[in-house]
């Protein structure tokens, strides 16, 4: 490698930016599925008691949702509750630090028993004196997964098109180098040397690289991760897209394995092929 001049670092440095966009297209799906995670555990209609309903308006509301057609399940939430879950959802904003008072409603929480059938229910709730306001997030949740088929798949597609071209450039590497030692590769066959042992070398060549390109995408990905998680909770703390310890070293284990072995089986196809077409 130290002998190969700029090509074993233009195969490393390769490897490093392919296995790099595969470890954001993977933080960014395990994120978006946390976001869809999120949306569709809030599917849920929320119905907003008016401040000025007494207790009278509110059992009778609770009555009402009870015999709508769809409803599977409802919960009364208060609006102690509601503002104690809040702060404890949001914590990094620390809310009690920027509002006195409590802003929130009371509220009922209502489970519909299919999606398809939100728009109707909340519509019949939102008809309900004492109501103030019915809010669900649907269609937000069908746009963003939407968004979320489609990234995964054009995601596919770059990462096989990396893959191939990252192999390509390893193939051509460790090839320049065979053909640069064609008289001594002969020699060695020559004499008795079996393939695999002359290949031995080469295949380290290329897991060597893997292993570096693997370190250097590892130490970049932690820190552009870290540095957008930090924006994004500074201007979006809505979203939850901060990944749990396990989901991100799950991405650096991946990150790792898919840089060796791309090392690993590019450095091995490229001797393969040179020794037959050489020796």
């Given at each position: ?59 009778t509301i609770n009555i009402q949702i009870s015999k709508v057609a769809g409803v ?27 509002v006195d008072n409590n802003p929130l409603p009371d509220a009922f929480k209502i ?121 994004i909770e500074k201007n979006l703390p809505f979203l939850p897209l901060n990944l ?36």
């Amino acid at each position: 490698m130290s002998r190969g001049g700029m090509m074993p670092i233009i195969a490393t440095t390769t490897i490093a930016v392919s296995i790099f966009v595969l470890g954001i297209f993977l933080l960014l799906s395990f994120n978006l599925n946390n976001v869809m995670k999120s949306l569709h555990s809030k599917l849920d209609i929320i119905a907003y008691v008016d401040a000025a309903a007494d207790k009278v308006t509110v059992d009778t509301i609770n009555i009402q949702i009870s015999k709508v057609a769809g409803v599977k399940k409802f919960d009364f939430i208060s609006k102690e509750e509601a503002w104690q879950q809040m702060r404890e959802s949001y914590n990094n904003l620390k809310l009690e630090e920027i509002v006195d008072n409590n802003p929130l409603p009371d509220a009922f929480k209502i489970e519909v028993t299919s999606l398809n059938e939100i728009k109707s229910v909340a519509d019949m709730i939102r008809s309900f004196e004492g109501v103030e306001e019915v809010r669900y997030g649907g269609d937000i949740a069908e746009r963003i997964e939407l968004f979320t088929r489609y990234l995964s798949f054009a995601g596919i597609i770059l990462i096989a098109l990396l893959v191939i071209a990252t192999i390509m450039i390893i193939f051509n590497t460790i090839r320049l180098t065979v053909l640069a030692r064609e008289n001594e590769l002969n020699i060695m066959s020559l004499v008795g040397a079996t393939k695999s042992f002359i290949k031995k070398p080469f295949v380290l060549e290329g897991l060597y690289m893997g292993m570096i390109a693997s370190f250097v995408a590892i130490v970049c990905l932690k820190l552009f991760y870290n540095v957008a998680v930090m924006n994004i909770e500074k201007n979006l703390p809505f979203l939850p897209l901060n990944l749990s310890g396990g989901e991100i070293n799950m991405v650096f284990v991946i990150v790792f394995i898919t840089g060796i072995l791309l090392g690993v089986f590019g450095g091995y196809f490229s001797v393969t092929n040179s020794l037959k077409a050489e020796i």
